[in-house]
């Protein structure tokens, strides 16, 4: 809200204070999403301390008999020794593996992981080909994530940037607090996804449970099957040219697409009417905090 | 947090106590506090087996005059048996303070367990026809080697291992849970129970027990008080979605069955493997993969979703 003052806050719309506040996704901004548009600007792509890995360069792990930690410890130092590429074997649920990953790198994975796998990553592509447990590529930041068969609950929670992808269904509360990315989905999503959504975009083919959309601030869900409830706040919005051209962009992309295409999508918004926020305060109260 | 695990092969008996034994100790990290399993082997009809506690770990420690009080007790119970004229046909101790006893009896089986519980410091673990329940302080493994469950044969079980967050870590805390008046019914929970006083009140009215302060009780007395009525397994478990306050997912065993609920904001997880002959469940994957470590397909059931198994 630089450069705004209170007086003229008072003076808009509630459309105007929207986006002068910077709060839609009309005004995107920040690290995760500069680098989704601006994919020239070859300093975004990687941390000054990143190490440099080349793509053929390439090196498998089995896990068997090794603690998370160790896995982890084993696919850092792959990456130290320039391999761009790491193939993880024989995983079987474990959790917490390839978290914080923040350079470049294709990671695959043949097998299952359990829970937070891929999470705080900026940048890797990987390929899990067998299900994930609770909270996959939680907070990511970019790079693009492929689950082969199911995910369960929190898929993509606060998620920044970057393509998460299931084919298969998953649990409740997907994309749960996103503020970027997008999220798309094969199959069934459960309850109280995209509660309280901020920014970015969900593509679920199948359908959808109850309270889809609970409280979301901002951001596009869109639905192929069935809802069985809004959530408080979402409603239903006109799906646009723009809409089913970005839909059948990214659902190729990932060969999800539709027998039927895109037109039946229904595209889910914040209806925006529990917005309340610090500009409409008054200035006393701004003060004090 | 806590950990449930269930399986049941279909028409066929395996090697159920190893099984449970693998994935509970996989979810160790889920709760280190104590485990428990509830394991149906072939039902022995016409007899019963008891399991029944007559001490905690910590009266264990409580000095070497606790030794005399706990043989009297043992005693004690004996004696009750005989008075009910139950015939003891096998008794085994794994622990000094946990019996398992075979018995054939005739009469009211509730009344003798009412009996025998009225004893201080006496639980029984399980009765039934079929139902072998081990609760224990320690991981899988330990309580497992200690009861020597190894080499149980049975066709389904249930187990859990605990963290404990409402009640204290002790034996009587520890699940699964049995309640009569339904025999060999048992009950593993992950969750909270929101209306815990609401509903044992209500459960303590129509003449229930409660053995702990521990909220996952409730969900056995309330399925066996369902079940004693007449109500489905499947009926019960979709009653507790809309009766029941809280997250929760849980499973229930019954002689030759195994179900699941889990409540309306699918709170708590639950992971789901069906081949045609085997059904396997537990809070993480990891679980399932120390039975089946091939590459297998696996599903997360929904909020409100019951399912129940047949042997």
Not at chain 2, 30 to 39: L, N
Not at chain 2, 167 to 192: C, E, K, L, M, T
Request: aromatic share 6%.
């Amino acid at each position: 809200m630089a450069g705004v003052t209170d007086s003229e806050l008072q003076a808009m719309t509630q459309e105007q204070r929207v986006e002068a506040l910077g709060l839609t996704t009309e005004q995107l901004f920040g690290r995760s999403l500069l680098i989704e548009f601006n994919p020239d600007e070859e300093e975004r792509y990687t941390y000054p301390w990143a190490p440099d890995v080349f793509y053929n360069k390439r090196v498998e792990i089995d896990t068997d008999g090794l603690t998370t930690t160790e896995l982890n410890n084993k696919m850092r130092a792959a990456m130290e020794e320039g391999n761009g590429t790491i193939v993880i074997k024989n995983p079987r649920g474990m959790h917490s593996v390839g978290v914080g990953i923040l350079n470049r790198l294709t990671l695959e994975v043949e097998g299952s992981l359990g829970y937070f796998a891929v999470g705080l990553i900026d940048g890797p592509n990987v390929r899990i080909k067998g299900r994930v447990g609770w909270s996959c590529g939680e907070n990511m930041m970019s790079g693009t994530v492929v689950i082969e068969k199911n995910a369960g609950s929190t898929f993509g929670a606060a998620i920044r940037g970057g393509d998460l992808v299931c084919r298969g269904s998953v649990g409740s509360r997907t994309g749960i607090d996103m503020k970027g990315g997008t999220i798309i989905v094969g199959g069934d999503t459960g309850a109280l996804s995209g509660f309280m959504m901020q920014r970015g975009r969900m593509i679920v083919c199948g359908n959808a449970g109850k309270n889809l959309g609970d409280s979301m601030y901002d951001g596009t869900i869109f639905i192929g099957g069935d809802i069985k409830s809004l959530g408080v706040d979402a409603v239903h919005a006109e799906l646009t040219d723009l809409d089913k051209a970005w839909l059948t962009r990214k659902l190729q992309q990932y060969e999800l697409m539709p027998d039927k295409g895109v037109d039946h999508f229904h595209k889910i918004v914040a209806g925006k009417q529990l917005w309340n926020y610090d500009n409409l305060e008054p200035n006393e109260k701004k003060l004090i905090l | 947090m806590c950990g449930i695990a269930g399986l049941i092969h279909k028409g066929k008996s395996s090697n159920v106590g190893s099984e449970m034994t693998a994935m509970l100790q996989a979810l160790k990290h889920r709760g280190p506090d104590s485990t428990g399993f509830a394991v149906y082997g072939e039902p022995t009809e016409g007899d019963y087996i008891m399991r029944v506690k007559c001490a905690e770990r910590e009266d264990m420690e409580s000095g070497r005059g606790f030794t005399e009080v706990l043989h009297k007790r043992i005693a004690d119970v004996e004696a009750l048996l005989a008075e009910h004229k139950a015939v003891v046909k096998a008794k085994e101790q794994a622990t000094a303070y946990a019996l398992r006893y075979l018995i054939s009896h005739d009469g009211d089986t509730e009344d003798m367990a009412r009996h025998i519980e009225e004893l201080e410091g006496v639980e029984i673990l399980s009765l039934g026809n079929g139902l072998e329940l081990i609760k224990d302080l320690g991981d899988a493994a330990v309580v497992s080697d200690t009861y020597g469950l190894g080499d149980f044969q049975g066709t389904h079980g249930i187990g859990h291992t605990r963290m404990a967050t409402e009640s204290d870590v002790d034996i009587r805390s520890a699940h699964p849970y049995w309640a009569f008046p339904y025999n060999d019914v048992s009950v593993v929970h992950n969750g909270q129970i929101t209306n815990y006083w609401i509903k044992r009140r209500q459960m303590e009215q129509k003449g229930h027990r409660f053995m702990s302060n521990c909220d996952s009780e409730l969900l056995a007395v309330y399925t066996a008080d369902n079940l004693a009525n007449g109500v489905s397994l499947e009926e019960s478990l979709k009653r507790s979605i809309d009766e029941i306050d809280g997250v929760f997912t849980y499973l229930v065993a019954t002689k030759d069955q195994l179900g699941m609920a889990k409540d309306t904001m699918a709170a708590k997880p639950l992971v789901l493997y069906e081949s045609d002959d085997l059904i396997a469940m537990a809070s993480e994957e990891v679980a399932i993969r120390a039975i089946l470590p091939e590459e297998i397909d696996t599903t997360d059931p929904y909020d409100e979703e019951v399912r129940v198994w047949q042997a």
